[in-house]
Structures are given as structure tokens and as C-alpha cells.
């Protein structure tokens, strides 16, 4: 099968529920939906699976200069084209926790408006069943073409009634003051609603209401507010609404460079990740979803506890399988095709400190003492406190023999620090707290004496290693060392200029050193990282500088991937990514500190 001719990655836009979400590019064709949550199949999946796999498409004959933006505070997405003699508008969205109505899980509303003149549009609705791209059974039912999966059933309606025929073009018409008003909607082993495309259109006016009303309860006013404001809204859009599970990122294998096989499934919940979305929900006056996360990670981690996955499904279940498709030819060529992710079965150790730091962080935000919680923190303390002399995997999943890396040290340093920080105010037996405060100076220790390199003044990326670690970029927030000392500012420094990808670019770690074959770009967390420790370390001037370069790199309605090509500035990796957002929130933060104080 041969890729189709795609737009670039950081060409589309999400919309989603809170339980799945789509990509839609600027030239208005949905190439990626998965339902009826973010991990199942696609039904449109042209993105990764070429035009077999099904996409839902509005082309305006003859199209000139597009403009795209989301609604303030919202996810309501418009895009306008320009014709010779016309200017069409698509509003689009997926309705979201609308009280008082009978509504199927899903509602998905597009809805074409012209000023000027009427407007050609050709529309191609062509739902498959996954990446394989196998045809649903379609039949018609009160004005709507329905199409089975399974258990799975997907209703199209529009407003006026147009004869759409699965996987055939189809030319309309749009006239001024007479808009055409698509609605999709789906339901998953429960009656299917047939929603009126006019109501629809309605629904996601209310859904716009709803998300101004949840931005507003947001507490930053530091800089760059807008791009601040549209990152917690698409972190929010990355969260399980029913469990509280924030996945990676909506889609899976988009290349880490173009054409290469470094494709990765993203549509699960990583607790490092999540944890540090979290902490950004929780800087910010968002408390529910930090509480729901909590909660979620307490029923996941249950028949496991004190030992934590690195990946769960969002309904909490462990992620262990990867198999790839073979039929799927991949975004531009880049194969293979990965569903499920084999980091699930790795020893990570630096989890376990992401998750310890949310629960401190909790607690510094005026959380209420919760037994649950704390009964499940002082058990990860005891097992980091036995287990942090084991070799892992580290924050980037190399997928190698096993080594002491030295960001993965120092988280575990964080949790036994953060642990005895906070049993200082809850019943705690005093061998207990003795042996955690023991193991945690026992593992500062360790990580200044093996992690360190005296030559260059930086802390390596592992023991005995020569290369360097952007992960360690956290070093200025975890009070292992003075923000101020010789050995935090020798380790930015040597990270800037050992790991610079160029501008304000850095690679995660030196290309080619993780046991993967192929290149990959510049990974954008970690340039936020950068801003942030700059903060920290009093560098104001320069962090502001690097802040406002990475920020302009977003694509135009202000979303990132998880990394850039430093040549084309083209973004890569699944798209957009949860990490990416959050760390940029986290470099906001320290900026708005940093010039306060």
C-alpha cells in the first residue's frame, strides 16, 4: 500500500470529548479517530494507515489562503478558506459533559458556512475498521447512514439531507445564509441517538460555554498567558474523562524522523508523564484533575503496589504487548506501524519519584490528607529505599541493556526526600522515617560521587558514561543541589552546548546512543526544561529570550509535538504531545517566578 501524500504533522488541529479525539487538517479532512476511546481502532485512520483506512474530508473547490484558530478558551475550531469569489468557514468540535440531554457517547458536529457566493465542496465519508481498513456494514435508518463495528455503532447525519455514500465523493453546493451542518455521533454497546444536526450545532455552542467556564477558573497570569491557557486546555483534552487517565498523546506511530522506524504508540498513560501534567493542573487552580489522576493511579497500581508500571491503559490495565501492522504504510513511508508499547514490561525508576512529587506537590497546593494516598507513598518509598541500587531504563526507554542513569537517581533521590519531607506531619514510626532519610543521603551520595564528571563540571548521563542527559535539565528544581552551585550551572551549560540541536533545539541525548536504529530530532520538553533551569539558576534575561523563540515554533493554533526536525523546524513524533505542554507550563511557572521575585 502505498502513503498517501499527507500535510505536514504540525499542519492539524485536535478536537476532542475527553474520551477520544481527532486530528483535522488545514485542508479540512479528519485523518485520524479513534472510538470508541483514544487506545481503540480507527475508524478514520488515513494518517498512519493510507486512504484505505478511511477518512471524513470537506473540500472546498478551488481553495486559496486558509487561516485556522480556536475559539478563545475554547476547543471550538474554525477554519476559513478563501475562494475567487467566496470565503467558507468550518466550525467543528465534539460536544463535551452537556447535562440535560439524551446524547450518544460521541458527537462529533462540522458545519460549512459561505459569505459571498456559493461555495463547491466535495465531501468523502469513508469509516473503516482499523488500520487494515476492512469496510463497516452500512444501512439507512431515519435520515442517517449508519455504519457497524462490533458493538460499535456510527451514524452520519447533515442538514439539508445529502445521499453520502461511504468512500464515494460527493459535490454539493454551500450557499450564503444556508449552512450545511454535518453530525457524526457513535455509540458502544448502548442504543444509538440520532442527534439533529441543527441541535448538534447547538450542543457544541454549550461545549464552548463549558470550556470558558473551566479556563476561567485558571490562576496564571505570568507570560505568554494565551499559550499557557491553550496548553492546559489540550492537556485536558488528553485525560480519560471517565477514569482521570491522561494519555501521551492521541495517536501512535508518527515518525521521530520521516521515513524512519522509530514509531511509537503514545495512547496510554504513562504515570511520569501524567504526573507532571498533573503538577501543571495543580500550579494552576485545576485541582479535580489532579485529584482524579490520584485516584486513578490508586486503582491501577492496586494489585501491584509497592511496584508501578511504566504504561497503564487509560481503564488502568497494564501495558505490555506491541505488534505492528504490516498492511499500514506508515505517515510518509515510516514503518513500521506499532499498536500497544513494549516499554510496559521495563524497569523505570524514575517514576516512582514523579509520582512521590505529585503527592508533595498536592499537599503544597492544599490538598486534604488523604490515608489512601499516603498508605500508597510510604510503600513506594520503602520500595525505592531496598531497590535504587538496581540499573534501569531510564526516562527514555532505551531499549539496551540496563544502566544507572543518573535523571532516574535522582528522582529517587526526590521521592525518599519528598516522603520524609511530608512524614514529618503524619504518624510515621521512627525507623521508618530513620531508614528513608538514610537511604536517600546514602543515594546523594552515590550520585555525586559516580554521576558527576570533574573534568567537565556536568553530571553525566550514567555512571561511568561519558554522554550527557537533557532529562537532568530538572536538576535546579529538586533541591539535590543549590540552584546557585558550580555543579548545576556547569551541567546546563554543558547540556546547552554539548546537546544544542541548534536555535533554541536540544537533543535528548547524543543521536544514535539508545539502541534504536535511526536518527530522530530535537526533543522539544527538553527545551523547556532548559528555560526553566535558566529560571531557576537566576538567568532570567536568557530564559525569557529562549522561551519566546520556543513558543513562536508552535504550530498555528498553538499546539506541539514531541519533537522538531532542527533543519525544516517541521514538527515530529505522535502529535500533539501531552509532555511537550506540560513542560512549557512548567517553564512559564518558573518565569513568572523568577520575574516576581
Given at each position: 500500500?502505498?502513503?498517501?501524500?499527507?500535510?505536514?504533522?504540525?499542519?492539524?488541529?485536535?478536537?476532542?470529548?475527553?474520551?477520544?479525539?481527532?486530528?483535522s487538517?488545514?485542508?479540512?479532512?479528519?485523518?485520524?479517530?479513534?472510538?470508541?476511546?483514544?487506545?481503540?481502532d480507527?475508524?478514520?485512520?488515513?494518517l498512519?494507515?493510507?486512504d484505505?483506512?478511511?477518512?471524513?474530508?470537506?473540500?472546498?473547490?478551488?481553495?486559496?489562503?486558509?487561516?485556522r484558530?480556536?475559539?478563545?478558551?475554547?476547543?471550538?475550531?474554525?477554519?476559513?478558506?478563501?475562494?475567487?469569489?467566496?470565503?467558507?468557514?468550518?466550525?467543528?468540535?465534539?460536544v463535551?459533559?452537556v447535562?440535560?440531554?439524551?446524547?450518544?457517547?460521541?458527537?462529533?458536529?462540522?458545519?460549512?458556512?459561505?459569505?459571498?457566493?456559493?461555495?463547491?465542496?466535495?465531501?468523502?465519508?469513508?469509516?473503516?475498521?482499523?488500520?487494515?481498513?476492512?469496510?463497516?456494514?452500512?444501512?439507512?435508518?431515519s435520515r442517517?447512514?449508519?455504519?457497524?463495528?462490533?458493538?460499535?455503532?456510527?451514524?452520519?447525519?447533515?442538514?439539508?439531507?445529502?445521499?453520502?455514500?461511504?468512500?464515494?465523493?460527493?459535490?454539493?453546493?454551500?450557499?450564503?445564509?444556508?449552512?450545511?451542518?454535518?453530525?457524526?455521533?457513535?455509540?458502544?454497546?448502548?442504543?444509538?441517538?440520532?442527534?439533529?444536526?441543527?441541535?448538534?450545532?447547538?450542543?457544541?455552542?454549550?461545549?464552548?460555554?463549558?470550556?470558558?467556564?473551566w479556563?476561567?477558573?485558571?490562576?496564571?497570569?505570568?507570560?505568554?498567558?494565551d499559550?499557557?491557557?491553550?496548553?492546559?486546555?489540550?492537556?485536558?483534552?488528553?485525560?480519560?474523562?471517565?477514569?482521570?487517565?491522561?494519555?501521551?498523546?492521541?495517536?501512535?506511530?508518527?515518525?521521530?524522523?520521516?521515513?524512519?522506524?522509530?514509531?511509537?504508540?503514545?495512547?496510554?498513560?504513562?504515570?511520569?508523564?501524567?504526573?507532571?501534567?498533573?503538577?501543571?493542573?495543580?500550579?494552576?487552580?485545576?485541582?479535580?484533575?489532579?485529584?482524579?489522576?490520584?485516584?486513578?493511579?490508586?486503582?491501577?497500581?492496586?494489585?501491584?503496589?509497592?511496584?508501578?508500571?511504566?504504561?497503564?491503559?487509560?481503564?488502568?490495565?497494564?501495558?505490555?504487548?506491541?505488534?505492528?501492522?504490516?498492511?499500514?504504510?506508515?505517515?510518509?513511508?515510516?514503518?513500521?506501524?506499532?499498536?500497544?508499547?513494549?516499554?510496559?514490561?521495563?524497569?523505570?525508576?524514575?517514576?516512582?519519584?514523579?509520582?512521590?512529587d505529585?503527592?508533595?506537590?498536592?499537599?503544597?497546593?492544599?490538598?486534604?490528607?488523604?490515608?489512601?494516598?499516603?498508605?500508597?507513598?510510604?510503600s513506594?518509598?520503602?520500595w525505592?529505599?531496598?531497590?535504587?541500587?538496581?540499573?534501569?531504563?531510564?526516562?527514555?526507554?532505551?531499549r539496551e541493556?540496563?544502566?544507572?542513569?543518573?535523571?532516574s537517581?535522582?528522582?529517587?533521590?526526590?521521592?525518599?526526600?519528598?516522603?520524609?519531607?511530608?512524614?514529618?506531619?503524619?504518624?510515621?514510626?521512627?525507623?521508618?522515617?530513620?531508614?528513608?532519610?538514610?537511604?536517600?543521603?546514602?543515594?546523594?551520595?552515590?550520585?555525586?560521587?559516580?554521576?558527576?564528571?570533574?573534568?567537565?563540571?556536568?553530571?553525566?548521563?550514567?555512571?561511568?558514561?561519558?554522554?550527557?542527559?537533557?532529562?537532568v535539565?530538572?536538576?535546579?528544581?529538586?533541591?539535590?543541589d543549590?540552584?546557585?552551585?558550580?555543579?548545576?550551572?556547569?551541567?546546563?551549560d554543558?547540556?546547552?552546548?554539548?546537546?544544542?540541536a541548534?536555535?533554541?533545539?536540544?537533543?535528548?541525548?547524543?543521536?544514535?546512543?539508545?539502541?534504536?536504529?535511526?536518527?530522530?530530532?530535537?526533543?522539544l520538553?527538553?527545551?523547556?526544561?532548559?528555560?526553566q533551569?535558566?529560571?531557576?539558576?537566576?538567568?532570567?534575561?536568557?530564559?525569557?529570550?529562549l522561551?519566546?523563540?520556543?513558543?513562536?515554533?508552535?504550530?498555528?493554533?498553538?499546539?506541539?509535538?514531541?519533537?522538531?526536525?532542527?533543519?525544516?523546524?517541521e514538527?515530529?513524533?505522535?502529535?500533539?504531545?501531552?509532555?511537550?505542554?506540560?513542560?512549557?507550563?512548567?517553564?512559564?511557572?518558573?518565569?513568572?517566578?523568577?520575574?516576581?521575585?
Amino acid at each position: 500500500m502505498e502513503a498517501p501524500d499527507l500535510p505536514p504533522i504540525g499542519d492539524y488541529a485536535l478536537i476532542g470529548d475527553g474520551r477520544t479525539a481527532a486530528l483535522s487538517s488545514a485542508q479540512g479532512s479528519i485523518d485520524w479517530l479513534c472510538l470508541p476511546r483514544f487506545d481503540s481502532d480507527p475508524i478514520f485512520g488515513r494518517l498512519v494507515g493510507g486512504d484505505r483506512a478511511g477518512r471524513f474530508s470537506l473540500d472546498v473547490d478551488g481553495r486559496t489562503h486558509v487561516t485556522r484558530r480556536y475559539r478563545e478558551s475554547s476547543t471550538v475550531l474554525e477554519t476559513r478558506w478563501r475562494t475567487r469569489r467566496a470565503e467558507v468557514r468550518l466550525t467543528e468540535g465534539m460536544v463535551l459533559k452537556v447535562t440535560g440531554h439524551l446524547l450518544p457517547q460521541v458527537v462529533l458536529v462540522r458545519r460549512l458556512e459561505s459569505e459571498g457566493a456559493p461555495a463547491l465542496v466535495r465531501v468523502v465519508y469513508d469509516p473503516r475498521s482499523g488500520l487494515n481498513g476492512d469496510r463497516l456494514r452500512n444501512e439507512r435508518r431515519s435520515r442517517a447512514l449508519v455504519s457497524l463495528r462490533g458493538t460499535t455503532a456510527i451514524a452520519l447525519r447533515s442538514t439539508p439531507e445529502l445521499p453520502v455514500v461511504p468512500g464515494e465523493a460527493l459535490a454539493f453546493d454551500v450557499q450564503p445564509g444556508r449552512p450545511v451542518t454535518f453530525v457524526m455521533s457513535m455509540s458502544d454497546r448502548q442504543p444509538l441517538v440520532f442527534v439533529e444536526p441543527d441541535h448538534a450545532f447547538g450542543l457544541l455552542d454549550e461545549t464552548d460555554k463549558w470550556w470558558r467556564h473551566w479556563t476561567s477558573r485558571i490562576t496564571y497570569r505570568g507570560p505568554v498567558l494565551d499559550q499557557v491557557v491553550r496548553s492546559l486546555i489540550t492537556l485536558r483534552l488528553l485525560t480519560y474523562a471517565p477514569s482521570g487517565a491522561p494519555v501521551a498523546a492521541p495517536t501512535t506511530s508518527l515518525p521521530e524522523r520521516i521515513g524512519g522506524g522509530r514509531n511509537w504508540d503514545y495512547r496510554f498513560a504513562w504515570p511520569r508523564d501524567a504526573s507532571i501534567g498533573v503538577t501543571a493542573f495543580l500550579t494552576n487552580g485545576l485541582d479535580d484533575e489532579a485529584e482524579s489522576f490520584l485516584h486513578w493511579l490508586l486503582q491501577a497500581s492496586r494489585l501491584t503496589r509497592p511496584r508501578l508500571h511504566v504504561v497503564y491503559s487509560v481503564d488502568g490495565k497494564p501495558q505490555r504487548g506491541e505488534h505492528e501492522v504490516p498492511a499500514a504504510p506508515g505517515y510518509r513511508g515510516s514503518r513500521p506501524v506499532r499498536i500497544g508499547n513494549s516499554a510496559g514490561r521495563q524497569h523505570q525508576l524514575d517514576v516512582y519519584g514523579w509520582v512521590v512529587d505529585t503527592a508533595w506537590n498536592r499537599l503544597q497546593h492544599g490538598g486534604k490528607p488523604n490515608p489512601a494516598i499516603w498508605s500508597a507513598v510510604r510503600s513506594t518509598a520503602d520500595w525505592i529505599a531496598k531497590n535504587w541500587r538496581q540499573p534501569d531504563a531510564g526516562i527514555w526507554e532505551v531499549r539496551e541493556r540496563p544502566a544507572h542513569y543518573v535523571h532516574s537517581k535522582l528522582m529517587a533521590w526526590l521521592a525518599l526526600d519528598r516522603v520524609s519531607r511530608i512524614a514529618r506531619s503524619r504518624r510515621t514510626r521512627p525507623s521508618r522515617l530513620e531508614r528513608w532519610v538514610a537511604e536517600r543521603d546514602a543515594l546523594a551520595a552515590d550520585i555525586r560521587a559516580r554521576g558527576f564528571d570533574e573534568r567537565r563540571g556536568a553530571y553525566v548521563r550514567s555512571y561511568g558514561a561519558d554522554e550527557l542527559d537533557a532529562a537532568v535539565l530538572i536538576l535546579p528544581t529538586l533541591e539535590f543541589d543549590p540552584p546557585e552551585s558550580p555543579r548545576v550551572k556547569g551541567t546546563i551549560d554543558a547540556i546547552r552546548r554539548e546537546l544544542s540541536a541548534g536555535g533554541p533545539l536540544l537533543y535528548r541525548y547524543p543521536p544514535g546512543s539508545d539502541g534504536v536504529e535511526g536518527g530522530e530530532g530535537a526533543f522539544l520538553p527538553c527545551s523547556f526544561w532548559l528555560v526553566q533551569a535558566l529560571a531557576r539558576t537566576g538567568r532570567v534575561d536568557d530564559a525569557v529570550s529562549l522561551f519566546d523563540e520556543l513558543c513562536k515554533r508552535s504550530n498555528v493554533v498553538g499546539l506541539f509535538g514531541e519533537e522538531m526536525d532542527p533543519s525544516t523546524g517541521e514538527h515530529l513524533g505522535n502529535f500533539p504531545q501531552a509532555l511537550t505542554h506540560a513542560a512549557l507550563i512548567q517553564a512559564a511557572l518558573a518565569l513568572q517566578a523568577a520575574t516576581a521575585d
